[in-house]
């Protein structure tokens, strides 16, 4: 009888720990660059319930007790950073094997691209990139933005934002504008791998002016579910297109940093 107790105590460990060590990896099929990797790596020593890489950056969400959700976001690893040819579009070719890319299309037009993948204490649920276009009309930034699916789920959009921010040295950065993304759900349907905000063509404009040589930049980031996971809110932290400034000279805005440099 003891035999028999110690036997099923053995292989009730042993399958626990079968459990715990089973974890879907990344497919690199779609692309996935070192820091993207490294990211992954870490959600796997980690095994949080709910989890985003946006490049090398990890955030864990989680709900509080006053039922808020809470996103803690760390850097596991950074890649160096990468520019891209600089003809517009060509986004699902472009920057697939890295993880965050930056672009300058010309003096006053810059591009981000993200590789993001997500998941739980399982493993890697889904993988999307997250684009962000800006081109300045004289002072006043104008963005369009682009969800990709690369596979899993359908990708649910929650609440995606882009801000206008001031840089400050050694204190928080002020804000200078905000801006609502509205996406649509991206999945692997054929008309249905794409979502832009506005459209393809259209800008949205900062809400507010621009003026003198002060310093600037953007965030653009978002809550989103998935197909079969509603339960489940994760967190897409924020890429940037890059850094400008001269936006009291009579052409506005000029970037002086693309890509962005953390």
């Not at 709900?63 to 959700?69: A, M, S, T, V």
Request: hydrophobic letters at 30%; charged letters at 20%.
């Amino acid at each position: 009888m003891l035999a028999a107790a110690f036997l099923a105590l053995t292989l009730g460990v042993s399958g626990t720990a079968s459990a715990e060590s089973k974890w879907r990896g990344l497919d690199t099929r779609y692309g996935a660059g070192q820091a993207l990797q490294a990211c992954v790596a870490e959600a796997k020593k980690q095994r949080p319930e709910t989890w985003t890489c946006m490049g090398g950056d990890l955030t864990v969400t989680t709900r509080g007790p006053d039922g808020k959700l809470r996103h803690d976001t760390r850097t596991v690893a950074t890649d160096p950073p990468t520019t891209g040819p600089t003809q517009v579009g060509e986004y699902d070719d472009w920057c697939e094997f890295g993880s965050v890319c930056g672009r300058q299309i010309s003096t006053f037009i810059a591009e981000v691209k993200g590789n993001a993948a997500y998941g739980d204490i399982t493993g890697v649920i889904g993988a999307f990139d997250f684009v962000v276009h800006q081109n300045f009309d004289g002072p006043w930034p104008r963005w369009r933005s682009l969800l990709i699916w690369d596979y899993g789920p359908a990708m649910v959009p929650l609440d995606f934002q882009l801000d206008c921010r001031i840089n400050i040295s050694g204190a928080p950065d002020d804000y200078c504008g905000s801006r609502q993304l509205y996406f649509g759900n991206v999945s692997s349907g054929p008309a249905s791998y794409f979502s832009w905000y506005p459209s393809e063509t259209r800008y949205i404009r900062n809400e507010q002016r621009l003026v003198g040589n002060t310093r600037y930049h953007d965030d653009a980031y978002g809550t989103f579910s998935a197909e079969g996971y509603y339960e489940r809110t994760w967190f897409a932290p924020p890429i940037h297109t890059g850094r400008w400034h001269r936006c009291a000279s009579s052409v506005g805005c000029q970037y002086y940093e693309v890509p962005w440099h953390p």
